[in-house]
């Protein structure tokens, strides 16, 4: 079956431009994360829903990030006026239950923002 | 300050080896998961360890969690080049165990040469 898929794989942007980045997770899966890995770094958590909800962004690192997930499966994270700290790979994850469950990551979105 | 501090930061090695990577904490956790993750794809849950002392073996390489459930190892025997990766520890750091906010470290970057 597909797993967790996430597009651009890549994207380049420029200082100040806006970016939207898509996470498809598995079919049926309710729950569905966030993540942003630096180079070098472990992934750190930006946002979680639980289907259509978002009950925790608290790791959203400015009011520039803003994610979505309108109809409770794709989802969109947008960054806007981005900057050279938004390079990283941003990571989605889904799970089938609500917690507690194995978290299936996507490959990734690789952003630099030049 | 890292909630999770992993150790070798990077490891190369040869086929054949054997090594052990490092997960310590100062804090107790319920629960604590290792994930490998490869060159441009998301992490991949190898194993979640729940119990204080507990010995998982998967194929090659054995998880133990920590008698005071604060830190843990995976060791793997006989390396293979395609055992090579980001080995990543990671909890949910809230006493709830909900295991939806993950926390991650650094990782272990292994390299088995050939």
């Known amino acids: 079956g597909a797993g967790v898929s996430q597009s651009p794989r890549y994207k380049v942007a420029k200082r100040g431009q806006d970016v939207a980045l898509r996470c498809d997770p598995i079919?049926?899966?309710?729950?569905l994360f966030w993540y942003q890995q630096a180079l070098g770094q472990g992934p750190e958590f930006l946002t979680y829903?639980?289907?259509?909800?978002?009950?925790?962004k608290s790791g959203l690192p400015s009011d520039r990030f803003f994610a979505e997930r309108p109809e409770g499966s794709v989802s969109t994270l947008k960054i806007q006026r981005t900057q050279q700290e938004d390079s990283a790979v941003y990571l989605c994850?889904?799970?089938?239950?609500?917690?507690?469950?194995?978290?299936?990551f996507g490959p990734g979105t690789r952003l630099t923002v030049l | 300050t890292q909630l999770l501090e992993q150790s070798p930061q990077f490891l190369s090695i040869q086929e054949g080896e054997n090594l052990t990577v490092y997960c310590n904490s100062s804090s107790v956790f319920s629960s604590l998961q290792w994930y490998r993750q490869e060159p441009g794809e998301g992490p991949v849950l190898l194993v979640t360890?729940?119990?204080?002392?507990e010995v998982k073996k998967l194929k090659r390489l054995t998880f133990q969690f920590g008698d005071a459930r604060k830190d843990s190892s995976l060791h793997i025997t006989a390396a293979q080049p395609g055992d090579t990766g980001l080995y990543l520890c990671a909890v949910d750091p809230n006493s709830g165990g909900s295991n939806y906010k993950l926390t991650f470290g650094k990782g272990t970057l292994l390299t088995v040469n050939p």
């Open positions: 360890v729940v119990t204080g002392g």
């Open positions: 079919s049926g899966h309710v729950s």
């Open positions: 829903f639980q289907n259509e909800a978002q009950l925790d």
């Open positions: 994850a889904s799970t089938q239950g609500s917690g507690g469950n194995e978290q299936f």
